[in-house]
């Protein structure tokens, strides 16, 4: 006799067909369409886009409806308005998920309420999974962290994560979890689900002396994007940046862009918007390289689209993208010395069109290897069975 199908539901913010929120919704989408056939999925979000106040007008809002995405059938609730208690709760006693998974750590109603409720026991769910997608990295609790060491102290003292199982897409993911949860919490490494690598592909057309990058994520504080600017100031080559991604922190982006106003002749830069997920692939191939400097990331979706576009990628060390140098797929650099930022950016700039080509190569290579190597039924199956 074969068992009963579980119920997974889903809570985040942001969720399909919406994009700006960046690489967690694009998890979260790969996910349902992976496993779809296996897990019955439900998500609770809300009905507008990062950044957004106007309601998606493909959807019904404050109802359970069947969406069909990429051929596999996801429920979904789309919020509109303030999200209240009742609503969240009476959601989750009809639709009686096996487990709940809350994407993120962070407040109200999508984190702590549910975790509220569980501990009452006015939600009966054979697990609560917390994903908190690089949230405990050293490098995101750099950003604002005095706020943050009361937020999780506040969160420790009311044992709210205690009982919960953790989804970490890393093993260092499952070590940053551990040393909040402490060493006894269960953690289930299972890595993300990304989009297959284009099948047909071309070099760059970067000739040694120049070299055109790309910026493609969320504008923050933490995605390191002034750092990136302040060194491009510094660099001798001719280099042209594009930047895509929603503005997520308005001030933030003030500071880019008086750095981007007092940029030398050679240093060519400008803001592009937002890139719809199916054509992030081809708008990554336009260029030589993607760069993020960002001080932490537990995938990097972004950069496992250049990856998988052919292109490589110039990067922190504060990501689980390590040695690619070795790898001939990019460079993951410290990102201490602004000096030293810029002196990477100028020797890239001058590397010769044939050894550029072998890294466009091996970058693809790489991408095509962590995608036929993951075994995703097996780990989600820890994850969710």
Known sequence: MEAAIKTILI?????Y???KAGGPVQSLLHLVEHLGQRYRFAVFTSAHDLGETSVYPSVQTNQWQTLTVNGKQ???????GRITRKVLLQCIQSLQPNAVYINGMYGMPWFIWPLQW???KKIKVERIIVCPRGMLQPGALAVKPWRKKI????????ALCKGVVWHATTPDEANDIRRFAKENA??????NIPKWPLQEWLPSNKRAGGLQLIYLSLITEKKNLLLLLQALRLCQQSITLHIYGPIVDTRYWQECEKQMQQMPAHIQVAYKGSVPPTAVQSTIAQYDALVLLTKGENFGHAIYESLSAARPVLISTFTPWQHLQEKQAGWDIPIESVHQIAQTIDELA?????????????AHSLALQVVEQNNWEYDYGLLFD
């Open 186 to 191: 269960r953690v289930v490494v299972a890595a």
């Open 11 to 15: 809570l985040n913010p942001y969720f």
């Open 350 to 362: 001058l590397m010769e069109t044939s050894e550029w080509i072998t890294f466009c190569s091996g």
């Open 118 to 120: 569980w501990k009452k």
């Open 17 to 19: 067909p919406g994009y």
């Open 151 to 158: 937020y999780f102290k506040g969160l420790g003292l009311l």
């Open 74 to 80: 996801v429920m979904v609730w789309y919020a509109s």
